[in-house]
């Protein structure tokens, strides 16, 4: 899988509104959003979709009045 990180998020975003920015573009996801405090985790089925998901929503995308960032996402052991 290929894991995307999707930041900015306000406090108020839900996973339901994550679901449908991703349907209403028609970008698969695979499982669930994992949802923390001002960001959250989902897995793309492949590397091309993680990177259609990543041209067509980072910076691009708007949710409750924020500009949303998306990412491949990169283990904490990996990042130093």
Known sequence: MHKLYIGNLGDNVTAEDLIKTFEDHKIPYSGQFLMKN???????????WAM?????????????????????????????
């Open 52 to 80: 259609k998901a990543i041209e067509t929503f980072s910076g691009k995308v708007e949710l409750h009045g924020k500009r949303i960032e998306v990412e491949h996402s990169v283990p904490k052991k990996q990042r130093y």
């Open 38 to 48: 001002g960001y959250a985790f989902v897995d793309c089925p492949d590397d091309h």
